[in-house]
């Protein structure tokens, strides 16, 4: 089943001149499909705002990871709320609605806890949105819907995809098989799909005409990818960096298990793949890593650490950690303080474990106290946070390229990315946002480094 976009929609949206406005949270999915919605909704002749007030058209993209993640979108809905009371005093109608993730686990419950919300549309779903919009009366739309949405999402029009930046997320992998037993995203992503590696590459290279010159290919499990003619991620990689205007490529969110050789090889063979590699381990003791249903050991992932530094020696590493997953002991802790201090990483982020309705963890009966969370959490963090000021340390004096992406705080200072992700700021002229520039990191800040440009290239 499917609803072509109807250009006399567009027509009528666009001569009433309706505004739409999104909000995203979560994941860098989420971010992705939050720009395709807004997409479609261009196409439909809505045009875009930043002010929730101005809207017609409002839509949160939702995420469903952990508790306060979910939370926050009941908040937002209150806020809402309100604004489509003011807009109904003045006359003006609002539509509201709720995508992403809570919209696929919770349904219809969002049109009892919020009876503002308008729609509730599933992640496989938001393709159907100019139908949506037409329908009477609330609707909920979250069966996993059998056609491809990217095959039924209109392209971007040309206004939508010029000054988008200089870096861009392209989703070549939804779903997730793995079933770790803390996650949602098996049950609001559904199962692992590729998109065809031609029409991902059509994509990036009508962003790289718009500008774009970075880009990171995203998925839950990005380097399960494989698409239906065999390409697997080192070839995408690979034929990307071929596309002109392509000058850095990235890859996330990957899981050890997908780690395969081809993938390893890149690293030391595609120069313009970014030396990084996130590579969530969650836990550093063999004994939780089973009860997470991860399928390998903290030996498996260590070898996968060592191999590709082999192939790549000044390459990043950066991951994922929960604390406090059921059954989670002292000793397990420290196993996994253990790890980090082995694998030694550029940064990673610590989660305080979020009891999930519906996942097989949120049942168990070993839940660990709210209080002692708290704790391994601080202690891990610092670690974490030690070892991310020492990898930032270590690139003082080091030079490499930066894509310059906006103005800086100060005048005549860009601000960009090194290679590492980290945020860079320099004195560089403004025309040199958007192109790769050679710069030497001479200081670092809290939060950032400051480097000087050493040429153009
Ligand atoms: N597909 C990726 C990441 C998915 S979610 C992977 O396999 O690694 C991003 C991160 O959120 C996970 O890596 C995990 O660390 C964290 N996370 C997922 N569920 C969680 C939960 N119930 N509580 C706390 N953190 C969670
Ligand atoms: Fe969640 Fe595990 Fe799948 Fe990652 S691999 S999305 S953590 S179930
Ligand atoms: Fe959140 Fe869904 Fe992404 S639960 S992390 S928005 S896949």
Redesign the pocket.
Known sequence: MSHPVSPDAADAAGARGERVFVKSFG?QMNVYDSQRMTDLALTQGYSETADIAEADLVVFNTCH???RAAEKLYSELGKAREVKQARAAEGKATKLVVAGCVAQAEGREILRRQSAVDIVVGPQNYHRLPALLRARGAVVDTDFAVEDKFEQLPPPTEAATRGRGVSAFVTVQEG?D?F?A????PYTRGAEVSRPADKILAEIARLAEAGACEFTLI???VNAYRDEDGIGLAALLSRAADLPGVARLRYS???PNDMDEALIAAHAENPKLAPCL???V?SGSNRILRAMNRRHDVAAYLDIIARVRRARPDIAFS????VG?PGETEADFEATLALVEAVGFAFA?A??????PG?P?ADAPDQVAAAVIEARHARLFALLESQRQAFNRATVGRRFGVIFDKPGRHPGQLIGRSPYMQAVHAEAAAERIGLMSQVEIVDIRPNSLRGRLVEAS
Request: charged share 15%; proline share 3%; aromatic share 18%.
């Open positions: 994941c990871i952990r508790e997730c793995k770790c803390f996650c949602v995203v998925g839950q499990n969110t990957s899981h996130h590579l969530p969650q991951s994922d950690f929960i997953f982020y989660f305080k474990y979020s009891s999930r996942t963890a």
